[in-house]
């Protein structure tokens, strides 16, 4: 049962006119599902719902068709079409007596309106703002506009209602809603009674609030999200100034959601920051408003979160990643299983699903955005098929996850780790800087494992086709995983490329197996996820002399899209770390390496007493594939089935391990689909000619 420390998260709070069953508040966030999987991210919401969360969130709604963030997918409330597919998100959120809230954003300097073709309206005639430096201008809008604005406001909040929702978020953080840009000077740099002093850059938030609660009011709650601190220097929205725009509004909406200036820093990867790392710029903000309050920090203990209560920091606790990484995390801590919950490892992953305008997935949690298209549920299996007993050959991601799902489903499992230690890829990258949190991988699932009667892990274990043959399991699932080439083979060279005899040159797998070069170092990063720059950084921590060569115009490039590029960028420069963008490198020589102009192809030469080199990584398949050649001995020895997943079949993130072994467990002893699709989508439905 549940431990009585953890009560004060189950209290019921007041907001506006309504009432959360506890304080546990699913914040908006981005899914990269949106309006084009409706279904989807309903169904998704619908989980949080069971999982026992007391508010739940859409992400950012465009709430008007002159401001919309294309590329990005998000959700859209244009016109009264789109209200059926918003009211299936609401109805999902209500199920376990959650408040469905709706964040309404217009995204004024943020929103480039590619897909609307209309000129984008803001406070000031400005550039628009985005990760894409779109060339796009806003223009200012006039009085007039403004009051069109307000009264979009209204129409939206009147069909929010109709949809459903019980709350509404108005959106001013991130540098993305219009809110901010009316309070911050660096982007409301107006003469009129909306500019100048701070209480005339609140007068468009007072104005709106009260047209909308004058509209939706009685039964709806108002919620104002805005940023903690613009961190752009003097002219942004400061925390001071935050402070002051609260004090001088005290009571204006039902509940003060409060996040960081950026996107970056608010959604901070582990690398980067800590649980519960914007407290500082939260204390004290409390007693400013008679107003409840929530704030994000990535919280996955219920210590710091009931901390965050008892202090009078936070009223409700804010959580985005943690919700995905476990949707069921209040019902655990409800339920005292607090050894159940699993943690968000603070990766970033799910984000590149929006980035990349794709659809989310998470590292920790494989079913996350596919609990409509899969029909996966979070913490149900589907029953076990015809078969009784699996061998999981290696305990990396790929593995411990098969592991797990098997066992859930009915399955004996063995899992044989040819190494001392369980965890694969995960257990060596924990130990680099900054990824420590990452272990909870591997942490999360040993646990769980350890507590089921149908599983054994055999550790110094490595295994052959021929001891395979001997062992008798129905199911063979081979998750080998995958090693670092030293060949250099990646995107610059598709074949090996040319190195000297007697030169050094190291793999990620040598530096994470504790062999660090001396010396002036190249590292040559043609992988463009974190593996480069993490490894640059752990060299220029003992001493190294380290050049990072990329032929990317970015260090870490892909790390745009986890948000923590910039901070990769300035914690290298800071370390001393030489970076060399646009250049690759042609060859490598005992005392020297070769690079050449990504554009041009000219040459420079750098010294380099060893090349640490980052290119690509090939799977160990070659069990999987000795097996094969024995296929014919199969039937003898038991063996039904033989399949090859995670990094051992094709080397991807670890998110892509955890994925392909859930997977594999859903499937095992499944109906054969043929040539169908493996998932559920939902097709725009032809308007009439
Ligand atoms: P993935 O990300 O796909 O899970 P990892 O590289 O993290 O891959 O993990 C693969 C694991 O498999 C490693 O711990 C490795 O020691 C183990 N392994 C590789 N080959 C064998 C083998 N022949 N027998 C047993 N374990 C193996
Ligand atoms: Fe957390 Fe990573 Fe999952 Fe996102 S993808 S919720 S950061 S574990």
């Known amino acids: 049962m549940r431990d009585p420390r953890y009560d004060i998260l189950f209290e019921p709070v007041k907001i506006g006119p309504l009432t959360a069953k506890n304080r546990f508040y699913q914040v908006p966030h981005c899914n990269g599902g949106g309006y084009r999987d409706p279904s989807a991210a309903a169904e998704m919401r619908g989980i ?42 609401s109805e999902k959120m209500k199920t ?28 000031s005639a400005l550039p628009i703002r985005t990760f894409t430096n779109d060339p796009v201008q806003a223009r200012a809008m006039s009085k007039s506009e403004i009051r069109d604005l307000r009264r979009w406001f209204v129409n939206a909040a009147k069909r929010s209602k109709e949809a459903g929702f019980d709350l509404i978020c108005l959106y001013g953080a991130h540098g993305f809603g219009i809110f901010q840009h009316f309070l911050s000077r660096a982007t409301n740099q107006r003469s009129d009674e909306y500019g100048g002093s701070l209480e005339n850059r609140s007068r468009f938030a007072r104005e709106v ?16 999200r805005v940023s903690l601190d613009e961190t752009i220097g003097e002219l942004g929205f400061s925390n001071a100034e935050l402070r002051d725009f609260i004090e001088m509004n005290r009571d204006l909406p039902d509940l003060w959601d409060l996040a960081q200036g950026t996107w970056e820093d608010c959604s901070g990867p582990s690398r980067f920051k800590d649980e519960a790392a914007q407290e500082t ?76 305008m794709s659809i989310s997935r998470c590292t920790q949690n494989p079913t996350f955005m596919e609990e409509w298209r899969k029909g996966w549920h979070p913490e ?46 995960v257990t060596r ?70 190195i000297a005899e007697g030169a050094r040159v190291y793999t990620p797998d040598d530096l994470m197996g504790g062999t660090i070069p001396e010396g002036k170092i190249v590292l040559f990063d043609d992988d463009h996820y974190y593996m480069g720059g993490v490894l640059a950084e752990l060299l220029a921590s003992r001493g190294a002399d380290v050049t990072l060569i990329t032929p990317s115009a970015y260090v870490s ?14 914690r290298l420069v800071e370390m001393g770390v030489e970076i060399v963008l646009n250049r690759g490198v042609t060859e490598i020589a005992a005392d020297h390496v070769l690079s050449n102009c990504v554009y041009t ?8 007493d060893a090349v640490v080199m980052v290119a690509s990584r090939q799977g160990r398949d070659g069990l999987y594939h000795d097996l094969l050649a024995r296929e014919s001995d199969w039937a003898d020895a038991g063996i039904k089935s033989v399949r090859l997943f995670g990094d051992a079949e094709a080397p991807g993130p670890i998110a892509w391990a955890t994925y392909a072994g859930h997977r594999y467990a859903r499937e095992l002893d499944g109906e054969d689909i043929g040539d169908a699709l493996p998932f559920r989508r939902e097709i725009t439905e032809l308007a009439a000619e």
């Open 209 to 224: 609030v009260a047209d909308m609660r004058d509209a939706v009011g009685d039964t709806m709650a108002l919620t104002m």
């Open 380 to 425: 149900k299996m589907n029953p076990k098929g015809a078969s009784q007993s699996v061998l999981v050959v290696g305990s990396g991601p790929a593995g411990l996850e098969a592991a797990w799902a098997l066992c859930r489903r009915g399955y004996d499992v063995a899992i044989a780790e040819a190494g001392t230690e369980i965890g694969g890829r």
């Open 96 to 123: 376990h007596g959650a408040l469905a809230g709706i964040q309404l954003a217009y995204s004024g300097i943020n929103g480039p309106n590619l897909y609307t073709k209309e000129v984008p309206l803001a406070p």
């Open 281 to 356: 710029l939260v204390r004290g903000i409390h007693e400013l408003s008679d107003k409840p309050i929530v704030g994000v920090g990535r919280f996955t203990s219920p210590d710091v979160m009931a901390k965050m209560v008892k202090s009078g920091t936070l009223d409700l606790i804010g959580c985005a990643r943690p919700s995905i990484a476990d949707p069921f995390l209040p019902k655990k801590i409800e339920e005292g299983r607090i050894e159940d919950i699993r943690e968000c490892i603070g990766c970033n992953i799910c984000i590149t699903g929006d980035m990349t």
């Open 557 to 570: 490039d892909w790390t745009n899209n986890t948000l923590e590029q910039a901070v990769i960028h300035a």
């Open 429 to 498: 990258e924990r130990k680099l800087p900054g990824l420590s949190a990452w272990g909870r991988v591997v942490d999360y699932r040993d646990y769980q494992l350890s507590q089921r009667p149908n599983v054994e892990i055999y550790r110094d274990s490595e295994l052959d086709a021929e001891s395979l043959l001997e062992f008798g399991f129905e199911n063979i699932a081979i998750a080998t995983g995958a090693s670092w080439r030293r060949d250099g083979v990646s995107r610059q060279h598709v074949v090996p490329m040319p």
């Open 48 to 89: 949080k719902a069971e999982g026992g969360w007391g508010v739940i969130f859409t992400e950012q709604c465009e709430m008007h068709h002159t401001s919309e963030i294309t590329p990005f997918i998000e959700l859209r409330l244009w016109e009264d079409k789109d209200i059926p597919q918003l009211r299936r998100m």
């Open 601 to 608: 192809g000219r040459t420079t030469r750098y010294d380099a």
